[in-house]
């Protein structure tokens, strides 16, 4: 990857440098975490114009390894106040890597808002003024992006919400066939675009430039190896089938699954909702209707859906996990397609699932509407891209919501709204929220494949075990690729060496590799510390350490001094 993108939005100047040796050690996560502690200040404002969004490319961002083509997009967060980064796919991760862009860093901010879209091609770079955009919702916005573009592009959007600089904002990709709508969702970083006056990116890769890979050969047998091994892994096999939510009978069954604002962890209609219930609904609608659908070009895991109304027409595409938990049991709510019906609201105005579910259920719990009202909650995303009272305050997240509304019981850390995994019945989530530079996000090094093999509710171990995964997670984020390609380097960790030599040249023992995990957590948590938002300070909250969570009746009580020693835990040169 030959070239890193500089645009000032406030004057407009559009600068394109060569990677140095030392730019190419970073990438993805590791990239964003470098560049925010070197260039922004870390007590900055978020919406100002000192932070930077940037969108960077892992390190196999620009070979054919499955998940390869996902990007991680970074930046303060207006929710926590630290570092912020998302890892996301669609299509334009691979458009970017085919014309050899390492990363883009937006920065400054316009004098007054504006609304323009960034036009990336191999040989040119401009801002175009397009206020045909603003206001428009995410669907819309790509269907005008396509007319004006062409269909053989990537596209990076942002929604009404992030247009107003909600804190609970996020940032959309879709693919070639304008099917799916992917999220960089968390941390509030569709509000910093939106500060930057950019409604949309538009990748042309028309004109590619070949990558310059040390030993193709190599890096192609590794790549065959690793597709061979996620074919016949079943837990690859069941993905495929049914998608993130293949876990939610056993998260209901397990008593952590997020209900009416956190107040329970079981759900009595989450039958209506679990993977295979979902994966029979699409197949008997027909239509439109797919399970197994790809993330990003080229993945093998295809994890993805889409699912129908009964008439065949999609409702969303995709039906997650997280989004379908906070929407649907953290709000009562049990009808699929009425929290199909919410994701995809969440999806057009462009907000966080997560963050957004976890504000309604707050809001439920304050008596703003009943636990349980679909078409209430569906009425309040609709005012978040209205931009009402109650949408300003529903879209500027959980937190502020709380505030609001008075509300003490509001689930979340660091400001971030706690995701689909309860920490009272899954401790090792608890000391992720509470310790994780992301402040509460699963995706940091989420503690759920462990519920087989280390009891859930124990305290015991759960901070180291913690510290692996987090570790593991930034790794995973800083290559590109999703977590879920993890069978693979399991079963074999040479095929790790055997990528970084192939793509680059460069001799790693397995250790070396883990090593850059560690790397990209420190380098984290010091911008953290000097933005003081460090996990001495932002703890979890205190109902969750008073308050019994039904049926298990836990409480989270790993003391607050243990979670503080994860980082003089050593990494486990063995494990992956």
């Known amino acids: 990857m030959k070239t890193i993108i500089r645009v000032n939005t406030r004057t407009g100047e559009i600068v394109r440098t060569s990677p140095t040796k030392e730019d190419l050690k970073y990438a993805g996560r590791y990239f964003i975490a470098k560049t925010l502690l070197d260039e922004v200040p870390p007590t900055c404002e978020p919406l100002g114009r000192y932070n930077k969004l940037i969108i960077s490319m892992g390190y196999f961002a620009d070979t054919n390894i499955s998940t390869g083509g996902r990007l991680s997009i970074g930046g303060k967060s207006p929710l926590t106040g630290g570092v912020k980064e998302c890892n996301v796919g669609g299509n334009a991760g691979k458009r970017l890597a085919k014309i050899g862009v390492k990363a883009i860093i937006l920065e400054d901010i316009p004098e007054k808002d504006e609304t323009r879209v960034l036009y990336i091609s191999s040989d040119e770079v401009k801002l175009i003024n397009a206020p045909y955009l603003k206001g428009k919702l995410v669907d819309e916005t790509f269907e005008d992006l396509r007319r004006e573009f062409g269909d053989r592009k990537g596209f990076i959007c942002i929604g009404p919400a992030g247009e107003m600089k909600m804190y609970g904002a996020g940032i959309a990709l879709t693919d070639d066939r304008g099917e799916q709508v992917r999220y960089a969702a968390r941390g509030g970083l569709g509000a910093v675009m939106g500060a930057k006056g950019i409604k949309a990116i538009v990748i042309d890769d028309s004109k590619p430039v070949e990558p310059d890979y040390f030993d193709p050969e190599l890096l192609s047998s590794t790549v065959r190896e690793v597709v061979k091994i996620l074919q016949e892994d079943p837990k690859s096999q069941n993905r495929r089938k049914y998608g993130t939510l293949d876990i939610l009978e056993m998260a209901n069954q397990v008593g952590l699954l997020p209900t009416r604002n956190f107040s329970s962890g079981q759900f009595e209609l989450a039958g209506n909702l679990t993977g ?72 057009q105005v462009g907000v966080d699932t997560i963050e957004c579910g976890a504000a309604i259920g707050v809001a439920m719990e304050a008596g703003v509407l009943k636990f349980g009202d679909a078409e209430g909650a569906k009425d309040i995303i609709r005012q978040i891209g209205e931009g009402t009272y109650l949408g300003r305050i529903i879209g500027n997240g959980a937190a502020f919501t709380g505030q609001a509304f008075g509300v003490r019981r509001v689930p979340v850390i660091k400001g971030q709204a706690i995701p689909a995994y309860d920490p009272r019945a899954l401790k090792g989530n608890g000391v992720l929220y509470s310790t994780s530079t992301m402040g509460a996000d699963h995706t940091a090094g989420n503690a759920f494949e462990t519920i087989r093999t280390h009891n859930p509710l ?76 460090s996990e001495k300070i932002k ?22 001094e243990e979670l503080e020693s994860i980082w003089d835990i050593e990494m486990d040169p063995e494990t992956f």
């Open 458 to 533: 124990s305290k015991e171990k759960q901070v180291y075990i913690s510290r692996q995964l987090q570790i593991r997670a930034a790794l995973i984020d800083s290559m590109g690729v999703c977590l879920f390609i993890r069978p693979a380097f399991i079963k074999n960790r040479q095929l790790l060496s055997d990528l970084f030599k192939g793509r680059y040249g460069w001799d790693l023992s397995f250790k070396e590799i883990k090593k850059i995990g560690v790397r990209v957590l420190e380098t984290e948590r010091k911008f953290n510390e000097f933005a003081g938002v």
């Open 276 to 347: 295979p219930r979902v994966a029979e609904v699409i197949k008997e609608r027909g239509g439109c209707g797919k399970s197994g659908t790809p993330c990003v070009p080229g993945c093998t895991i295809m994890c993805s859906n889409v699912l129908p109304d009964k008439e065949g027409k999609k409702i969303v595409a995709s039906l997650q996990y997280e989004s379908v938990v906070l929407l649907g049991p953290n709000c009562g709510i049990g009808d699929l397609d009425d929290v199909a019906e919410l994701n995809n609201l969440c999806n």
């Open 539 to 560: 703890r979890m909250p205190e109902f969750m350490r008073e308050e019994p969570l039904p049926p298990t009746n836990a409480v989270f009580d790993i003391p607050q």
